[in-house]
Nanobody, 125 residues
Framework: QVRLVESGGGSVQAGGSLRLACEVS????????LGWFRQAQGRAREGGAAIHGPSGTTYYDDRMKGRFTIYQDNAKNTLYLQMNNLKPNGNALYCC??????????????????WGQGPQVTVSS
């Protein structure tokens, strides 16, 4: 049984920050990945960031490097995405997926069998 409960998101002005959270209840091992995928308006869903839970190794899409940070609180089984310097027209739906395998690539959405819902991020000028 898996539990992925997301929170955070909302509306923010350009240049502002938000932090997304995903409470995870999953029997993890050394190959477990958690991630944040996003779907911007008019675009396909894509991988934004991921973390290999047991080791803490992180991965980012190039557009998120330097502005977004993925991290985890192991004691609370919570995954976070700190988003800074949000861009105008950066509206997107964010989802938190989980998988128990180390391959294929972290950004392959089809490799994640478990998904949370939301939240929506809206950025205004």
């Amino acid at each position: 049984q898996v539990r992925l409960v997301e929170s955070g998101g909302g509306s923010v002005q350009a240049g502002g920050s938000l932090r997304l959270a995903c409470e995870v209840s999953l029997n993890t091992d050394s190959t477990t990945f958690l991630g944040w995928f996003r779907q911007a308006q008019g675009r396909a869903r894509e991988g934004g960031a991921a973390i290999h839970g047991p080791s803490g190794t992180t991965y980012y899409d190039d557009r998120m490097k330097g502005r977004f940070t993925i991290y985890q609180d192991n004691a609370k089984n919570t995954l976070y995405l700190q988003m800074n310097n949000l861009k105008p027209n950066g509206n997107a739906l964010y989802c938190c997926p989980a998988r128990a395998v180390i391959t294929p690539a972290w950004w392959n959405e089809h490799s994640y069998p478990f998904w949370g819902q939301g939240p929506q991020v809206t950025v205004s000028s």
